[in-house]
């Protein structure tokens, strides 16, 4: 222990040219610590995966759709003409890329604070599902034929010594989402798909029993400050769970749309699970709710959804609508949606980023709820919390919103 403190104090007084102070030492100590096990347990998840050819369903597609997670052509949300999510790709390369602000963001070596490596032990690049509300991002390996190593991956951006972390193999993998001490993702489990649930070193533990409804656009589930949201497939539930050892409980009846904790965006849906229009801001603490009307136009198949700190936002064709959570007065973007054939549409804290994927071109319009800025970048780009994760050619980079 000797050996590794010398060793991390000489990391440190090479990055600051100053001794590091016992708090700073205490915390490198214990991410050190666990970016051992980390790796002891990404060995033996490599091991199983350096021989897996499995194709996995792409992180976001553009049709919205309400899907039962159920492959019959039986549910109606899938008989509706829904599709399932696609393979996923490798990306393109991007060009250096601009921040929030329009500077040059530049690339990020490994192994520095704010920035990660693609490269990942299985010999694949890291693709990226989306970002976690503390900084960490989601996601599997995707090789160049576009086939995954089958391992969801977590890499905490904003660490010293962070390294890409395998937390599990699920079989049918499309997304994922997080916050500091709970990683969700939906896994396939005799012909439907289950929520599963992982917090630090434990062994994964499912969340509900009546699975995970699906929907073209994106994943019916949500984490934040390690509360985990989703809509189940039997009851067009929502649920709620605090930490993955939480006895899950009801919320309201709808399709969860978003979530930025403490709220809770619920659409309503008809006996067919197609959304009403009505749209529940419901406080998951509490279960005090408002109700809000949509038009008719962003109920579209094509509609995506996110939700973060005072505003909800809804992407349909090239247009950005935002609302104000509190006033729903609804602000539409004038700067275009870039095209491409699939898209995300992910919020954070005054920020609202759409990424389109297409051919070799990728693209991200990155809106700035205060100032009313939009500025398109080359690259992938996500937000959540206080965090925008963009994507410089062979590293991932984390900056802070505006």
Known sequence: MED????????????????????????LLTRVNHQVKARRRRRRITRSAAGLSLAVAA???????????DPSTADPSIAAGFPEPPPPHEHGSAAPSSGPDGRPSGSTRPGTAGGV???????????????????AVLGTGV???????????????SGLLSVPAPIAEPEGLYAASGSRNMTVWAERRGGSYELMCRSGEDEPVQLGSGGVARRGGGAAF?????????????????????????????????????????????????????????????????????????????LAKDALYAAGAGAFSVARGRTLTVYDAGTWQAREVSEPLPPGAEASLTAGDG?????????????????????GQARVRDGEAYAKGEWLLTRDDEAYRLTSSP
């Not at 992180?59 to 997670?69: F, I």
């Not at 969860?256 to 849906?269: D, E, H, I, N």
């Not at 920020?351 to 809106?367: F, M, N, P």
Request: proline share 6%.
């Open 4 to 27: 590794l403190e010398r060793l991390v104090a000489g990391r440190l007084r090479a990055l600051d040219d100053a001794a590091p102070s016992p708090e700073l030492r205490e915390r």
């Open 59 to 69: 992180a976001v597609v553009t049709p919205l759709a309400l899907d039962s997670g």
């Open 117 to 135: 490596a693609r490269d990942l032990p299985s010999g694949k690049v890291l693709n990226a599902f989306g970002i976690t509300s503390d900084g």
């Open 143 to 157: 090789g160049p034929r576009g086939r995954s190593d089958g391992v969801l991956w977590r890499a905490d951006v």
């Open 222 to 298: 949500h984490a934040d400050h390690d509360v985990a949201v989703w809509t189940d497939k039997a009851e067009r539930t929502v649920w709620t769970a605090h930490g993955c050892d939480d006895e899950p409980a009801p919320l309201t009846l709808g399709y969860a749309a978003g979530f930025s904790y403490p709220y809770a965006y619920v659409l309503s849906t008809d006996g067919g699970g197609r959304p009403t229009g009505r749209l529940q801001r419901v406080q998951v603490e509490t279960g005090a709710r408002e109700t809000r009307k949509l038009p008719d136009e962003h």
């Open 351 to 371: 920020l609202v980023v759409y990424s389109a994927r297409g051919g070799d071109a990728e693209k991200s319009l990155v809106y700035e709820t205060g100032s």
